[in-house]
């Protein structure tokens, strides 16, 4: 056998060296896909006209449910309940969460330490738990079960993904920065505003957003306190049980299109920055 022949049959074919060049894509690409495949679900049976109640078999292609989103009795309603708890809720941890996290970054003070490790507790903790302690809470302070009950769980359990977030952020940014402000003859609040705040606002903007999103979500500490207020999991767990309609589909779809556009508008923002900048 020639040493030319003996090269070549040792030469990985063209396919196999593509895989090899292209297996970190792919496998980003499937496990995107495997993670949007349930919001395609949602999406197409929501253009379907069940047979029944349960929308759970494809049946025909309508847009009812479209024109009509309200057409199931409380479920605007929950849902406007929902949004209006998980504004107040994210404006609630993202003040609270930034203040903290400048403070644990900031200053050094005789609890510190122990500080930094209860923030993390609420991310740990299973729901469950944090949902009966805060129902035993409020049951012996004899608080009413409803929308601030609901509110303050949210803010408690948001607020350690805020400070999380904007910690991480803090502790990334120059010192030199303020520095030279200062030696600008610019005050503590011009300082704050015009140096600090602009550089922490992605991390306090990432904290926001995530406590948004917890809290429109979350069923389980919501379920412990929330008394005979409706949230919008709370309905579609409660019509689940009775039926699907098809509206609720129509809801997800809308918001995942929302939020699909939100991210692709600060991603346009971000690299007309960056070419203004360069």
Not at 83 to 108: E, K, N, P, S
Request: hydrophobic share 55%.
């Amino acid at each position: 056998m020639t040493p030319r022949t003996l090269t070549t049959s040792k030469t990985p074919k063209a396919p196999l060296r593509w895989l090899r060049r292209n297996l970190v894509v792919l496998a980003g690409l499937l496990t995107l896909g495997y993670l949007l495949l349930p919001n395609v679900v949602v999406t197409v049976f929501s253009f379907n006209a069940p047979q029944g109640r349960y929308n759970y078999a494809w049946h025909e292609f309508s847009t009812d449910a479209w024109r009509q989103p309200c057409g199931v009795a409380g479920m605007c309603g929950s849902l406007s309940l929902s949004l209006r708890i998980a504004v107040w809720a994210t404006l609630g941890a993202t003040v609270l969460g930034t203040m903290i996290a400048f403070a644990l970054v900031r200053y050094r003070f005789r609890a510190r330490g122990p500080v930094n490790s209860l923030i993390f507790l609420p991310m740990a903790m299973p729901e469950v738990v944090m949902g009966a302690s805060l129902l035993t809470l409020f049951l012996n302070l004899g608080a009413r079960l409803g929308f601030w009950t609901i509110l303050i769980a949210h803010i408690m359990f948001c607020l350690s993904f805020v400070v999380t977030a904007v910690k991480a952020r803090v502790m990334s940014m120059d010192p030199r920065l303020e520095q030279a402000a200062q030696d600008l003859y610019a005050g503590p609040a011009q300082t704050f505003l015009r140096v600090t705040l602009p550089i922490a606002a992605p991390g306090i903007a990432a904290g926001a957003l995530l406590a948004f999103a917890l809290s429109f979500d979350d069923f389980i500490i919501t379920n412990f306190n929330a008394g005979s207020t409706v949230t919008f999991p709370m309905f579609v767990w409660g019509s689940a049980q009775r039926g699907t309609p098809v509206q609720i589909n129509v809801i997800g779809t809308a918001m995942f299109l929302v939020a699909v556009v939100c991210v692709l508008g600060a991603m346009a923002v971000g690299n007309r920055r960056g070419r203004r900048a360069a």
